[in-house]
């Protein structure tokens, strides 16, 4: 089966600065990647998502990259914000039939103001 | 939370008691997961549904079983629960298998 691994599992950095959180997948037929940030007592909130046949998404301050080729995707969030601050995790499926997606461990991100 | 809720919130209970966690959408879709959340594993699939009376097991599900009945409405339940099944439950839906929308959650504690 798919196995998704994650990393860092914490990053700190200063409010303005940029994170950027990675996730390598094993499962070559995976084609759909979500992200998804988890605020304390919160569920996970889908945040933004890419297909395998593009290499790029932005939407505002966070973006996502994936290359295929090495089986890994990026989350990129540019001039970060206290309210950034939470876990995020990436996740792997097919989009086909009865397939479930896969997550990764998570990242806590802690913006300092 | 997308139309997406969860009953209880908070639970405790004793070992070896039965438990139920319900999770009720007003979306209409066709997918319905249970996932259990805890430090260090983020999110595993217990059960999922592709459809009423459609269920399939996930990477966790042994000690746990699930029903659904009707299309809102998929039930969790744990036969006799054990201090290992104390965790956060979190349900999700989709419309397809792949963007998925999750629940408030559901922290149950076995004593």
């Known amino acids: 089966g798919e196995n998704v691994e994650q990393h860092p599992s914490t990053l700190s950095v200063q409010e303005g600065d940029s994170a950027v959180i990675k996730c390598t997948y094993s499962?070559?037929?995976?084609?759909?990647f979500p992200w998804y940030k988890q605020e304390l007592g919160k569920g996970p909130q889908l945040i933004i998502d890419?297909?395998?046949?593009?290499g790029e998404k932005k939407d505002q301050r966070i973006a996502v990259t994936l290359n295929k080729t090495a089986k890994h995707f990026s989350l990129h969030i540019t001039e970060t914000q206290p309210e950034d601050s939470a876990v995020y995790f990436c996740?792997?499926?097919?989009?086909?039939?009865?397939?479930?997606?896969?997550f990764g461990k998570g990242t806590m991100l802690l913006v300092s103001p | 939370d997308a139309g997406i809720t969860q009953s209880p919130r908070h639970k405790v209970t004793e070992t070896g008691t039965p438990v139920t966690l319900r999770c009720h959408q007003t979306?209409?879709?066709?997918?319905m997961y249970w996932y259990r959340q805890d430090p260090g594993h983020g999110l595993r699939l217990i059960h999922y549904?592709?459809?009423?009376?459609?269920?399939d097991k996930g990477e966790v599900s042994d000690g746990y079983s699930v029903s659904r009945s009707k299309t809102e409405d998929f039930l969790l339940t744990l036969e006799s629960a054990t201090s290992s099944q104390t965790s956060v439950y979190f349900c999700?839906?989709?419309?397809?298998?792949?963007?998925?929308?999750f629940g408030p959650g559901t922290r149950l504690t076995v004593l």
């Open positions: 999700a839906i989709s419309e397809r298998p792949t963007e998925q929308f």
């Open positions: 499962d070559s037929a995976s084609n759909y």
């Open positions: 890419i297909r395998s046949n593009v």
């Open positions: 996740a792997a499926s097919q989009d086909s039939g009865y397939s479930t997606l896969t």
């Open positions: 979306e209409n879709h066709r997918y």
């Open positions: 549904s592709y459809g009423v009376k459609d269920t």
